[in-house]
């Protein structure tokens, strides 16, 4: 028997990757068990200063003293939540990049964007959900309706005269105004701005004539008495402003409420993600952040990831035939 002696580099080389495949499981194991071990960057899609920036910081902050490292908050807003998405969608799936799953994003903008540069399907880990808000409708101070139903009429009576706003095409706030036109039959334009605070600038000057916006803000004003407000997007009354009606009270079955969970690029360790809803979970049961939330008219609303899937798959079934049947397209 003739016995062939290869170089023990020759031998390495030709087995390395069978003999190594374990321990870099194993290694891969443990720096996803040991995550984070570093800062970790949250993408929000929308702009410093709005409902879901505010939220957002919260929730970073908890994480951040729940883990010792910090969560950082990167605004990267647009096309309704679509530029953010985009760059969350094409970063590293590490676990060190993790950003907001928005009903925008998520659950209108497959229907109404023409063409995305991201599938919201296929290009995202769901890691939880986070959070609900109902949206309002508000008008300038000098509008000439005080009721759903007189601006409705009024509107009807004046086709193509009135406009309403919103924090940008594809947003909840854009559908339901894009609904009501739907509902009641209405003829106005809609204004797209770079998130709602830019609207809500031009409703105080009053070069905006309504706008569906997240909670928080408007109310903020109204109770100041410097918008009008007519009626919340939730199903109920909510208790932020119980006074004001829903438009479900007008139009039976009108429930628009925003949303926010947490997500990362398709392909996240799994561990990794058990371990980040985990976590989430957790500072959600934070008493500072409850406060928070109530001050943001926010209900704290955590899914696990399989949920979080399912509960945004719905949510675009659901929300599809609303934005064929407005007509609402964007190229």
């Known amino acids: 028997m003739v016995r062939v002696l290869l170089p023990r580099r020759r031998v390495l080389a030709a087995t390395g990757g069978v003999l190594a495949s374990p321990m870099i499981a194993s290694g891969i194991a443990r720096a996803q ?50 530029v953010g998405s985009d760059v969350l969608a094409k970063s590293a799936p590490d676990g060190y990049t993790v950003g907001l799953y928005t009903i925008a994003s998520h659950a209108i903008s497959p229907t109404l964007y023409a063409k995305l540069p991201f599938d919201a399907e296929k290009d995202f880990t769901p890691i939880s959900m986070l959070w609900s808000v109902p ?7 000098a509008f000439p309706a005080n009721t759903v139903p007189e601006l409705v009429a009024l509107v009807k009576a004046n086709p193509g005269k009135y406009f309403f706003g919103s924090g940008g095409s594809g947003t909840s706030p854009h559908l339901c105004g894009e609904m009501l036109k739907q509902r ?19 409703m105080l000057a009053g070069t ?23 009626a919340v997007t939730s199903p109920e009354r ?6 004001l009606p829903a438009m479900s009270e007008f139009y039976p079955g009108f429930n628009i409420t925003s949303w926010g969970g947490m997500c990362g690029p398709a392909g996240l360790p799994p561990a990794m993600v058990e371990k980040a809803a985990a976590l989430t979970k957790k500072a959600l049961e934070s008493e500072n952040l409850k406060k928070i939330f109530v001050q943001q008219a926010a209900t704290a609303n ?3 990831p399989s949920d979080t899937a399912a509960f945004r798959r719905k949510q675009e079934q659901d929300l599809a035939p609303i934005i064929k049947a407005s007509g609402a397209k964007v190229d």
């Not at 009641?184 to 031009?202: E, F, K, S």
């Not at 909510?238 to 006074?243: D, G, K, N, R, T």
């Open 184 to 202: 009641a039959g209405l003829d106005m334009q809609h204004v797209p701005y770079r998130g709602g605070a830019p609207a809500m600038q031009d």
């Open 33 to 82: 068990a040991d995550w984070p071990n570093k800062s970790v960057r949250y993408i929000n899609p929308f702009p410093a200063g709005a409902t879901t920036d505010v939220l957002s910081r919260i929730v970073c902050q908890e994480l951040s003293e729940l883990t010792g490292q910090q969560f950082i908050v990167e605004n990267k807003s647009g096309s309704g939540g679509n």
């Open 302 to 304: 955590w899914m696990n």
């Open 238 to 243: 909510h208790p932020a402003a119980p006074e």
């Open 208 to 230: 905006l004539d309504m706008m569906y916006d997240n909670i928080s803000t408007p109310l903020v004003q109204y109770k100041a008495g410097k918008v009008k407000a007519l």
């Open 135 to 141: 949206n309002i409708f508000v008008t300038k101070l």
